[in-house]
């Protein structure tokens, strides 16, 4: 993890660099994406097929795709007793957490006008579930669990499988929390199955959950023919500390999302040099010991920073351009700053408050908006899982008075059909 000093001619341009990070598309890649999506398109269960045998090494006939109830069964044989309660517990939270986004339907009546909002769940939505390097059965619970709370009747999973093999955490996360259509297709294929639909696999509404490059483009290519979660990148963390930080308790930390993936993004703001270079040997001391510290040893090299800036309003003006998907306050008085916070997708306070806690236990959703897209998007919620319709009626009284309101704005902008549309009722009222 490289380090630059707010005096040093490079750190606007590396600063410039963190905040422009976000990169929505590959041309090559789009094209070897959109290739499979019109495949999938065309040829259904069979393209699924031949893809997912070229890409996970498993082949199977239209009848296999789904998982079925015996393997679900199976899965619990297989598993830790104490993991299936400590999924459990990680359910309870997240759920309550998403019970208190619920929105209820409205109306008002006023002077003859019905106005009203109806809020609907989804019909179908279609769980993505990465099963490549590492699997998470978090991902199950985090992305199902606000579509439940929502009142989605149908949910849809599909997960890859290499070699057939399938986590057993997975299938249990999945059957904790009531989805038992699962199918065994992972990759571009299963985003082009769930958006267009095939003969075993139901076309739905919308996809969500994280994947690859591949999978995050295939997504972003079949938005507007389902809607989508967001358009989610490398995963990210931002530290902000002052001098009294405990550099372990950092390095842990900064490690921790450099393991997720080589892409991985990892920022440190702090006011000391000192502490810098502490956290810099806690770093090496910890990722000797790691299992994945090839992996984070890449990010790290890559995408990890470390910038020394005067004072912690320098760091909070600064995280709040960089809008990180998770954002970690080491300071004496964490609660001082959340106030100015504005731009993050999860904020962790206090170094009691490791960022782990949300992707895990703490309640709130850990699907989160990536390279800087928190100024504008947020968490996924139950709010990602219902529609909206508008409801209005008006009885002929109310509409004679309001109507010449409508009938001067229409003829305004040269829409005399609207304009008609009243005037026809009033004139056949009058």
């Given at each position: 993890m490289k380090t630059i000093h707010f005096e040093d001619r490079r750190f606007q341009s590396?600063?410039?660099?963190?905040?422009?990070?976000?990169?929505?598309?590959?041309?090559?890649?789009?094209?070897?994406?959109?290739?499979?999506?019109?495949?999938?398109?065309?040829?259904?269960?069979?393209?699924?097929?031949?893809?997912?045998d070229q890409f996970d090494r498993i082949k199977l006939k239209p009848s296999e795709l789904r998982v079925?109830?015996?393997?679900?069964?199976?899965?619990?044989?297989?598993?830790?007793?104490?993991v299936i309660n400590s999924l459990k517990f990680a359910a309870d939270r997240i759920t309550r957490f998403h019970e208190k986004q619920k929105q209820k339907s409205w109306f008002t009546r006023e002077k003859g006008v019905y106005l009203a909002q109806r809020v609907h769940p989804l019909e179908t939505v279609g769980l993505y579930v990465p099963g490549g390097k590492a699997a998470y059965p978090s991902s199950v619970l985090m992305n199902a669990i606000p579509a439940t709370v929502a009142g989605v009747p149908r949910l849809v999973m599909t997960t890859p499988m290499p070699e057939g093999h399938c986590n057993p955490y997975i299938l249990i996360a999945a059957?904790?929390?009531?989805?038992?259509?699962?199918?065994?297709?992972?990759?571009?294929?299963?985003?082009?199955?769930?958006?267009?639909?095939?003969?075993?696999?139901?076309?739905?509404?919308?996809i969500v959950g994280p994947g690859n490059k591949y999978v995050a483009a295939a997504k972003r290519l079949v938005f507007g023919q389902v809607d989508i979660d967001m358009i989610a990148g490398p995963s990210e963390l931002l530290i902000i500390a002052d001098e009294?930080?405990?550099?372990?308790?950092?390095?842990?930390?900064?490690?921790?999302?450099?393991?997720?993936?080589?892409?991985?993004?990892?920022?440190?703001?702090?006011?000391?040099?000192?502490?810098?270079?502490?956290?810099?040997?806690?770093?090496?001391?910890?990722?000797?010991?790691?299992?994945?510290?090839?992996?984070?040893?890449t990010a790290l090299k890559k995408y990890g920073v470390a910038f020394v800036v005067p004072?912690?309003?320098?760091?909070?003006?600064?995280?709040?351009?960089?809008?990180?998907?998770?954002?970690?306050?080491?300071?004496?008085?964490?609660?001082?700053?959340?106030?100015?916070?504005?731009?993050?997708?999860?904020?962790?306070?206090?170094?009691?408050?490791?960022?782990?806690?949300?992707?895990?236990?703490?309640?709130?959703?850990?699907?989160?908006?990536?390279?800087?897209?928190?100024?504008?998007?947020?968490?996924?919620?139950?709010d990602d899982y219902v529609k909206k319709s508008s409801v209005i009626s008006y009885t002929r009284k109310a509409l004679k008075r309001d109507g010449e309101h409508l009938i001067r704005i229409a003829e305004v902008e040269s829409l005399t059909a609207h304009a008609n549309m009243v005037r026809i009722r009033l004139e056949d009222h009058a």
């Open positions: 590396a600063y410039k660099k963190v905040v422009n990070r976000l990169s929505l598309g590959d041309d090559n890649l789009d094209a070897l994406v959109q290739g499979i999506l019109k495949d999938v398109k065309k040829r259904g269960d069979q393209a699924v097929i031949e893809y997912t079925d109830k015996k393997e679900i069964k199976a899965a619990y044989a297989k598993a830790d007793k104490k059957d904790l929390v009531g989805v038992h259509e699962i199918y065994r297709v992972g990759g571009i294929q299963a985003i082009a199955a769930l958006a267009y639909g095939t003969k075993n696999i139901p076309k739905v509404d919308k009294k930080a405990n550099p372990a308790y950092l390095a842990s930390d900064l490690i921790s999302q450099a393991e997720h993936d080589e892409e991985a993004v990892v920022i440190f703001l702090a006011t000391s040099a000192d502490l810098v270079e502490k956290v810099k040997e806690h770093m090496t001391a910890q990722l000797k010991v790691l299992p994945r510290k090839k992996i984070a040893q004072d912690l309003e320098t760091a909070i003006e600064m995280s709040n351009a960089i809008a990180p998907e998770h954002l970690s306050v080491f300071t004496e008085k964490p609660f001082q700053w959340v106030k100015k916070l504005t731009q993050a997708g999860s904020i962790f306070l206090g170094e009691d408050t490791p960022q782990s806690l949300g992707d895990y236990i703490a309640g709130p959703n850990h699907v989160l908006p990536t390279g800087g897209t928190a100024r504008f998007f947020s968490p996924l919620s139950v």
